[in-house]
DNA sequence: ATATTTAGTAAATTATCGTTTACTAAATAT
DNA sequence: ATATTTAGTAAACGATAATTTACTAAATAT
């Protein structure tokens, strides 16, 4: 294996706990929904129901049902998409994004407290690498 | 907010997709029981009934069911506590690591594939920000 | 010694997940 | 024009997930 993926892989399992953290269910809501919430609000756009379906690897027959769930409760908006009568357009409601906020609350506060453990200038190290990693995978994904 | 944890949000972010496809269940295995498996993989150590249902956020009445059901397929193994007899510690067997490597081996092929969008130089940067990023972020957890 | 906490189990009940088959209507291909 | 694909819905059924109450036995506190 290349020694750059192993970085990477390193990097994705160092992350793990804050990932886990996102997964935590909130309140009212079952493990399901809340990953139907955390995909949309981290692909901040509007999204169909077969996008969700399938980045999320849960047939469109359950996910039908998993998003009236999430209607009713008032997490999200469903209406036609413009550009294909067939579908519609999912989006998060203000009280779909909170929900989410808050978990990503709770991360920024653990890792704002664990920064301690680092000198001054290792912070800006890390900063500086975290802003390289981030300009660098974006471009990966073009 | 902090720009530093700003860059570190954005790098959960965008390692999102990624870790996204470590949640998608393989074959005969649910959403739960492939989190409980990958919970375990990424905490290499052995781990007792009661951090993995505090770690998932599941009550340690079902943990006990759905590690039974882990276990019956040969998944785990289950073996008491030396120092606490009333508690069992819980460890992968062959089945359960192999199962999870095989998305680790997946997330690795998009890796190495979208790494041929960026040049020799910008490789480079990647893989000592990315390893510069995971000491640091070890040496935070200490 | 006794009381209280802690780790895990058991069983029962409801809600949700997961899958399959079948359907409608719009979009696209021939 | 007609056939085929695509996006989403509906309903039904078995399998899990989630919650509650109650229990055992070891560990810890008083």
């Known amino acids: 294996m290349l020694q750059i993926s ?10 793990f706990k804050s990932f886990q953290r996102l997964n ?12 139907i919430l955390e995909f ?11 996008q969700i379906s399938e ?3 849960v047939p469109k027959q359950q ?7 999430l209607f009713d409760q008032g ?16 989006e998060l409601t203000e009280k779909g994004k909170t ?6 609350a709770k991360i920024y506060q653990n890792f704002v407290n664990d920064l301690s453990k680092l000198d001054r200038e290792e912070q800006l190290d890390l900063q500086y690498a975290m802003h390289k990693v981030n300009y660098l995978l974006k471009k990966m994904e073009d």
Chains 1, 2 share one sequence.
Do not use: A, C, P
């Open 40 to 50: 949309l609000f981290m692909n901040h756009n509007t999204l169909t129901i077969k």
């Open 6 to 15: 192993k970085e990477y892989i390193e990097l994705i399992s160092n992350l």
């Open 75 to 90: 997490y999200i908006t469903k209406s036609q998409n413009k550009h294909d009568k067939r579908s519609f357009v999912i």
């Open 24 to 35: 935590q269910k909130s309140s009212n809501l079952t493990h399901l929904q809340n990953q």
């Open 63 to 69: 996910m039908t049902v998993l998003l009236k769930r």
């Open 99 to 104: 929900s989410q906020q808050e978990k990503w």
């Open 55 to 57: 980045g999320l690897n």
